[in-house]
């Protein structure tokens, strides 16, 4: 099986710690070499302690279902003679406390915007399809508990 590696790191930087005023800035650096700054988020740690310009835990989790959906539809509509032409997802997600009381990503709504082009166009039902066939395909979407819908939407452009 592939393995997927993520270097997080954090320094205090001098700082007391033990305050608990600590900076949650840190950054991901990923085996392709991009390195991501990232902060706790401040709704859960305020500013100066969380930096907003960071990706926090919340939205790379997010993006990742998002992208992994994408990705998936994206080979899906490939292989069933779909030009796909762009895909913009603006997703959102929603925390709020499990049945145990824990604070959770309780929902994860994606919603593409897919524009076609050339001879095929998709009908409402067969988008629904393709979606669904790469959501059931999507790793991430198999390993959450989190619901995760999708609100997609598309255009087409004639040749």
């Not at 592939?2 to 700082?15: C, F, M, Q, V, Y």
């Not at 959906?69 to 913009?88: D, K």
């Not at 499990?98 to 990503?105: A, F, R």
Request: net charge negative; proline share 5%; charged share 20%.
């Amino acid at each position: 099986m592939a393995r997927h590696t993520a270097l997080i790191e954090w320094s205090s930087n001098g700082s007391k710690f033990t305050d608990n005023r600590y900076s949650r800035a840190h950054q991901w650096t990923f085996d392709g070499g991009a390195v991501v700054p990232a902060s706790s988020s401040p709704h859960v740690v305020r500013v100066p302690f969380s930096d907003p310009a960071g990706v926090d835990p919340e939205e790379a989790y997010i993006a990742a279902l998002s992208s992994c959906h994408m990705l998936w539809f994206l080979s899906i509509a490939v292989e069933q003679g779909y030009v796909v032409t762009s895909y913009r997802d603006a997703a959102e997600g929603t925390m709020a406390k499990n049945d145990e009381g824990k604070e959770v990503i309780a929902r994860v709504v994606l919603k593409p915007a897919v524009a076609f082009a050339g001879a095929k166009a998709p009908s409402d039902e067969a988008l629904a399809h393709l979606h669904h066939l790469a959501h059931d395909a999507c790793f991430l979407a198999n390993s959450v508990k989190t619901v995760i819908d999708v609100e997609g939407s598309w255009s087409f452009r004639e040749p």
